[in-house]
């Protein structure tokens, strides 16, 4: 199976940890300890939460001010509408931020939610059938 481990700097990791798990994410004791957290989102996508200490001691490179300025963009496709608002209205209840309005394309529903740390994620519900009606008359 392939998976994908995201690494990202956090100023608080006990507030990261509640934000994330209010999203839905769980902890995944096998990779936490003092230094880094690991939250799972399905089996093949794993957050790992790390002190920026700790994040630019494994990377070498220096931490972009995510508040600031957009580095990265990570979409969570989810199964319905509503979970999307559910998802985004629990991240807003627990520090988050949604920096843009919703967008609906007909086939697709889309929210932002930034993190405390400033890190961006689109949450999207994706209809297929609708998707493909568009992309056939296209």
């Not at 994040?55 to 496709?77: M, Q, R």
């Not at 007909?106 to 740390?117: H, I, S, T, V, Y």
Request: proline share 7%; charged share 30%; net charge negative.
């Amino acid at each position: 199976m392939k998976q994908i481990f995201l690494n990202l700097p956090v100023e608080d990791l006990e507030r990261s940890v509640n934000f994330y798990t209010q999203l839905g994410f769980t902890v995944n004791p096998l990779f936490t300890d003092d230094d880094q957290k690991c939250m799972v989102w399905s089996e093949s996508i794993y957050l790992m939460l790390k002190p920026p200490e700790v994040f630019k001691k494994h990377s070498g490179e220096n931490i972009p001010d995510t508040k600031n300025f957009e580095a990265t963009i990570f979409t969570l496709p989810v199964e319905s509408p509503e979970k999307v608002n559910e998802i985004i209205e629990s991240g807003l209840k627990t520090g988050g931020t949604e920096p843009v309005p919703m967008k609906d394309h007909g086939f697709m529903q889309l929210r932002k939610l930034a993190d405390p740390d400033g890190h961006t994620w689109d949450i999207i519900y994706l209809d297929m059938d609708k998707f493909r009606e568009v992309k056939e008359k296209s």
